[in-house]
Every structure is written in structure tokens, then in C-alpha cells.
């Protein structure tokens, strides 16, 4: 009895610091979070900062802080103000736009086959823009203050991008130390095992921000320039909407696509080919080739785990979770293979 409670008591006051701990940090773990991927990203970076500063790892956890938060402050600052006049824009612009009948290009009326059908399809969007006019135009005028309230409220992104920051040159400086402490713990619960476990993690980190995160800004600036290029509407606006729909294994010709009917139905016929060959051709080479040679390469995960990890993650636990889900995934497949290895080896 006496050492029940020896060791219960201990694991007891434990469990419940830790209970507290959580409560008073949990407003904190989304900076913390997107902080440790930044620093994750871009350490070789700092190491060579580092050394270029004569090993003084304060002023170069600075540097390297003062450089990450203008290369991510400015630009927001930027599509934020450009997003926001294009959602303005389109809002004021919509019942003009339902009032409008799409033009029917002429090689329509020629397409063997599909060459009616296509033109019967125009003929019943009348009642399609009625239904639209009538039923959500009202709405979205309704909400649309709502709506760019949001988009233009920079006050809460600039309170998780300050801290985010704050947390970044704090880990720059002390993670290795942390790092260090964190292995010398684990290790005493896990075993030697926690090595397989830290190198999954790393490999499926590493293969989200190259496969994922990258292509995705990739696919969204080429994009862009075809949008800019064919003279469409907001075209920042669809940019974002194109980073964030790749996210989604093939998902960036949900956008393209749309906007390429857009302009053919409004008789821009050049520009709606043009589009559709820049988006066939060039933003969706990304997407089918470079992705998944990209995670492929860094780690023996399989693409699809990846692809559900990166979905359940980000329905989960919102953008940060398009890290944590394939990263949870990866070390459930490492426990999983050595839970395979130990049953083959006895």
C-alpha cells in the first residue's frame, strides 16, 4: 500500500499541473504551433545566419524573426487590402451580373452532338439567374457588411501573428536546448524507439511544407498572373480562393475552370481558351507532377495517408491542422509498421 500511494501521488500531482498547465496555455498553441513549423522550415536557414553572425545566436534568432515577419506581414497587408475592395466589388457588382444573359460563343451551335443541348442549357439559366436574383441576391446584400467585416478584421490576425513571432525568436534562440529536454523526456517513456517516431514526424512536416504549402502558393501566384493576364474580375481574390482550393490534391480547376466558362459565357471567347490552356498546361502541371514527386521524396508515406491527413486535419483543427493530421497519421503508421516488424521477428 505504502508504495502505491509512493508512486500514485506524484503521478497524481502530475497529471493535475499538467491539467492546469493546458488551461492556461491552451489560447497560446495555435501561435505556438504555426511558430514551431516556421522555425522547423526554415532552421538550416538560421544555421547558416548563425554563422554568418559569429555563432551568436541571439542576434541571429533576431534576424531571422525581423526576416520571417517581413516576408509574411507584408504581403498579407497587401492581399488583405486588395481582397477586400474585390469582395466589396463583387458584392456591389452581383445583381448586375444576374441581370446579365451570358453570351452563347458561336462554335457552340456546332459542337456535334452536345451542340444543343448545351444551347438548351443557356436558354433555362434565365430561370436559374431568376431564382439567384431573387432568392440569395437579397441575402448576400443582407451579410455583406458581415462579410468584409471579416475579411478587413485584423485585429485577432494580428494578435496570433504577434505572438506567433514573439514565440518564433524565443524558439530560434532556446530550441535546441528544448528540443534536447523534450528527446531526454520522451526517451524515458518511450524507449529508443522515440528516434523512428521523431524522424516520421520531421519527414511528413517536411513533406507538407515542400508538397503542400509551396505548390499551393506555386499554383495560386501562376494562377493569379493568368487571371491578371486574361483581364477577369478580382483576380486576388481568386488567387487566395486558388491557393486554398489546392490544398486539395486537383482541386485548383474548381476555380480556373469556373473562371474560364465565365469569361467564354460573356463572350471573352480568347481569353476564356487562354485561361483554360494556362490553367491545363502550366498551374496544374504543379498540382499532377511536382507534388507528388515532392512527398514522395521525403518521406515513405503514402500519398493518399497524406491527402486524408491534410483533409480530417484541416476539418479538424482548422488551417493548423494541415500539419498535425498527416503528421498524426505518420506516427501511427510508425507505430503500426513496428508493431508489424515485432509480431514478424517473433
Same mark, same amino acid.
Given at each position: 500500500?505504502?508504495?502505491?500511494?509512493?508512486?500514485?501521488?506524484?503521478?497524481?500531482?502530475?497529471?493535475?499541473?499538467?491539467?492546469?498547465?493546458?488551461?492556461?496555455?491552451?489560447?497560446?498553441?495555435?501561435?505556438?504551433?504555426?511558430?514551431?513549423?516556421?522555425?522547423?522550415?526554415?532552421?538550416?536557414?538560421?544555421?547558416?545566419?548563425?554563422?554568418?553572425?559569429?555563432?551568436?545566436?541571439?542576434?541571429?534568432?533576431?534576424?531571422?524573426?525581423?526576416?520571417?515577419?517581413?516576408?509574411?506581414?507584408?504581403?498579407?497587408?497587401?492581399?488583405?487590402?486588395?481582397?477586400?475592395?474585390?469582395?466589396?466589388?463583387?458584392?456591389?457588382?452581383?445583381?448586375?451580373?444576374?441581370?446579365?444573359?451570358?453570351?452563347?460563343?458561336?462554335?457552340?451551335?456546332?459542337?456535334?452532338?452536345?451542340?444543343?443541348?448545351?444551347?438548351?442549357?443557356?436558354?433555362?439559366?434565365?430561370?436559374?439567374?431568376?431564382?439567384?436574383?431573387?432568392?440569395?441576391?437579397?441575402?448576400?446584400?443582407?451579410?455583406?457588411?458581415?462579410?468584409?467585416?471579416?475579411?478587413?478584421?485584423?485585429?485577432?490576425?494580428?494578435?496570433?501573428?504577434?505572438?506567433?513571432?514573439?514565440?518564433?525568436?524565443?524558439?530560434?534562440?532556446?530550441?535546441?536546448?528544448?528540443?534536447?529536454?523534450?528527446?531526454?523526456?520522451?526517451?524515458?517513456?518511450? @524507449?529508443?524507439?522515440?528516434?523512428?517516431?521523431?524522424?516520421?514526424?520531421?519527414? !511528413?512536416?517536411?513533406?507538407?511544407?515542400?508538397?503542400?504549402?509551396?505548390?499551393?502558393?506555386?499554383?495560386?501566384?501562376?494562377?493569379?498572373?493568368?487571371?491578371?493576364?486574361?483581364?477577369?474580375?478580382?483576380?486576388?481574390?481568386?488567387?487566395?480562393? !486558388?491557393?486554398?482550393?489546392?490544398?486539395?490534391?486537383?482541386?485548383?480547376?474548381?476555380?480556373?475552370?469556373?473562371?474560364?466558362?465565365?469569361?467564354?459565357?460573356?463572350?471573352?471567347?480568347?481569353?476564356?481558351?487562354?485561361?483554360?490552356?494556362?490553367?491545363?498546361?502550366?498551374?496544374?502541371?504543379?498540382?499532377?507532377?511536382?507534388?507528388?514527386?515532392?512527398?514522395? @521524396?521525403?518521406?515513405?508515406?503514402?500519398?493518399?495517408?497524406?491527402?486524408? @491527413?491534410?483533409?480530417? @486535419?484541416?476539418?479538424?483543427?482548422?488551417?493548423?491542422?494541415?500539419?498535425?493530421?498527416?503528421?498524426?497519421?505518420?506516427?501511427?503508421?510508425?507505430?503500426?509498421?513496428?508493431?508489424?516488424?515485432k509480431r514478424a521477428s517473433s
Amino acid at each position: 500500500m505504502e508504495a502505491i500511494t509512493r508512486y500514485f501521488a506524484p503521478g497524481l500531482l502530475l497529471g493535475g499541473l499538467l491539467a492546469l498547465a493546458y488551461l492556461v496555455l491552451q489560447h497560446f498553441l495555435v501561435p505556438v504551433g504555426w511558430a514551431t513549423i516556421l522555425v522547423y522550415s526554415s532552421w538550416p536557414l538560421f544555421l547558416r545566419v548563425e554563422r554568418l553572425l559569429g555563432n551568436k545566436t541571439s542576434w541571429a534568432a533576431l534576424a531571422m524573426t525581423l526576416g520571417l515577419a517581413a516576408t509574411i506581414i507584408v504581403p498579407l497587408i497587401w492581399i488583405s487590402a486588395l481582397s477586400q475592395k474585390e469582395v466589396a466589388a463583387f458584392f456591389r457588382n452581383l445583381p448586375l451580373w444576374l441581370e446579365q444573359k451570358p453570351e452563347v460563343p458561336p462554335f457552340v451551335s456546332r459542337i456535334p452532338y452536345l451542340g444543343p443541348e448545351l444551347l438548351n442549357l443557356f436558354d433555362q439559366s434565365d430561370d436559374l439567374r431568376g431564382l439567384l436574383k431573387e432568392r440569395v441576391a437579397p441575402w448576400l446584400r443582407q451579410f455583406s457588411g458581415e462579410i468584409l467585416s471579416i475579411v478587413s478584421d485584423v485585429g485577432v490576425i494580428a494578435a496570433q501573428l504577434g505572438l506567433t513571432l514573439l514565440t518564433t525568436f524565443f524558439l530560434y534562440r532556446d530550441g535546441r536546448h528544448a528540443v534536447g529536454q523534450i528527446r531526454q523526456v520522451l526517451t524515458q517513456a518511450v @524507449g529508443e524507439r522515440l528516434k523512428d517516431y521523431f524522424g516520421a514526424a520531421q519527414a !511528413t512536416t517536411k513533406a507538407v511544407v515542400y508538397g503542400i504549402v509551396l505548390t499551393a502558393l506555386a499554383q495560386g501566384a501562376l494562377a493569379g498572373l493568368g487571371y491578371w493576364a486574361t483581364g477577369i474580375g478580382a483576380p486576388v481574390l481568386l488567387s487566395i480562393l !486558388t491557393m486554398f482550393f489546392a490544398l486539395i490534391p486537383f482541386g485548383t480547376p474548381l476555380v480556373w475552370v469556373s473562371a474560364s466558362i465565365w469569361l467564354l459565357a460573356n463572350g471573352q471567347h480568347w481569353a476564356g481558351i487562354s485561361l483554360a490552356l494556362w490553367g491545363s498546361l502550366v498551374v496544374s502541371w504543379v498540382d499532377n507532377i511536382v507534388r507528388p514527386l515532392v512527398i514522395s @521524396g521525403a518521406t515513405r508515406i503514402p500519398f493518399l495517408l497524406v491527402f486524408f @491527413g491534410v483533409l480530417g @486535419g484541416l476539418a479538424r483543427f482548422g488551417l493548423i491542422g494541415l500539419f498535425l493530421g498527416p503528421v498524426i497519421l505518420a506516427l501511427s503508421l510508425t507505430v503500426w509498421r513496428e508493431w508489424l516488424g515485432k509480431r514478424a521477428s517473433s
